[in-house]
């Protein structure tokens, strides 16, 4: 599974993801909102999942010290270059969510696991869940991001709903092409209790933009921030939750 992730990225634009277009941000904008409304200035934190480093540098450059990994190679040499004019991250690493042995035992207050779980089952998820506690501080903070399932199955859905019989299938299985796996909210709660840690926040991160893109991106500045504005108002609402294509809990040791 690992290298088909890899074979996966080394062709996604992961660089520019998140600021593609306004349905794209409101993911960034929403995380970043919390991260650091939860976050205490100057937390050491380890970023795992780091992608290119949409996360990491900005929160580097906001005053905390930030050690970024990814498994992707292609990915960290990005975050290479970057750093190279922005020296900003107090370390860099090629490395699966899966082995952290690298990084001393609670020596984090906060870990970052913002990719790992889109391409896992629940067993692998339990052991990063593992790996993440064990490198955190007592009372630090774990941010997991998830893919909802019911959100990716409408995104699936074909013109006049043809593909009801694969659907159906994709939610029984929580996948609809074995690289991408898809949990509910209820599932990453019941993790998260089940690993004696307490809830934080758990958020709609993109809400439905995966619906919404066209209106989205041809809205103005003002107006898409109205809707960012509202967002904000109802990401939390847990009846609300599952329509986010994105998820993300924050927990606490």
């Known amino acids: 599974m690992n290298q088909d992730i890899i074979n996966y990225y080394k062709v996604y634009d992961e660089e520019g993801r998140l600021f593609r277009n306004n349905s794209h941000k409101i993911e960034w904008l929403t995380s970043m909102h919390y991260l650091t409304k939860w976050i205490k200035k100057g937390s050491f934190v380890l970023d795992g999942c780091a992608g290119t480093g949409n996360y990491a540098f900005p929160l580097a450059e906001m005053g905390y010290k930030v050690i970024a990994g990814d498994i992707v190679p292609e990915n960290v040499d990005i975050i290479r270059e970057k750093q190279k004019s922005n020296p900003v991250l107090n370390d860099i690493y090629v490395g699966s969510m899966l082995d952290l042995s690298q990084l001393k035992s609670e020596s984090f207050d906060t870990v970052l696991c913002m990719g790992a779980f889109y391409h896992i089952d629940n067993e692998m998820r339990s052991s990063i869940m593992k790996e993440c506690l064990r490198v955190l501080k007592p009372g630090g903070l774990l941010a997991v991001s998830y893919i909802n399932a019911m959100a990716g199955v409408i995104a699936g859905l074909g013109d006049n709903l043809q593909n009801m019989d694969e659907a159906e299938k994709w939610f029984e299985n929580k996948t609809s092409d074995g690289l991408f796996m898809y949990m509910t909210p209820m599932q990453m709660e019941e993790m998260a209790l089940n690993f004696h840690t307490r809830i934080v926040t758990h958020f709609a991160a993109d809400g439905i933009n995966y619906l919404l893109s066209g209106k989205f991106d041809t809205a103005s500045d003002d107006n898409f921030n109205r809707w960012y504005q509202f967002h904000l ?19 606490r040791k």
Do not use: A, P, R
């Open 233 to 251: 108002k109802t990401c939390e609402d847990k009846s609300l939750l599952g329509y986010s294509l994105h998820g993300m809990i924050i927990l």
